[in-house]
């Protein structure tokens, strides 16, 4: 996963994976990532620390980590708080992400 920086915050399409260290959700949320990373052998979610982050938290309205904020057209789309599954996380890449699934 790539951290996020102010720079690239500014990107108007993005799968941001927010989670704080301690939580023990999102260790086992960050796994679910990044084993789809090493699947398909590329960074595909930026990461942002929560604690780090309060003044983002308040402005995009995040209730809860882990969360998955997806943003296209530079408009926050989804956020995603409840991960399941890997393949409940697929189901938004086939949405929002479906270059990853193009043949070659």
Do not use: W
Not at 27 to 35: D, P, Q, T, Y
């Amino acid at each position: 996963m790539q951290t996020i920086t102010e720079e690239t915050l500014k990107q108007e399409r993005m799968l941001l994976y927010i989670y704080t260290p301690f939580c023990g959700t999102c260790s086992v949320a960050r796994a679910m990532l990044e084993k789809i990373e090493a699947v398909h052998q590329e960074k595909i979610f930026f990461e942002m620390n929560a604690s780090l982050n309060p003044e983002f938290m308040i402005e995009n309205k995040i209730e809860s980590v882990p969360c998955l904020l997806i943003k296209e057209d530079s408009q926050i789309k989804e956020k995603i708080y409840a991960f399941q599954s890997t393949g409940n996380i697929y189901s938004y890449l086939i949405k929002y992400k479906p270059e990853l699934f193009a043949k070659s």
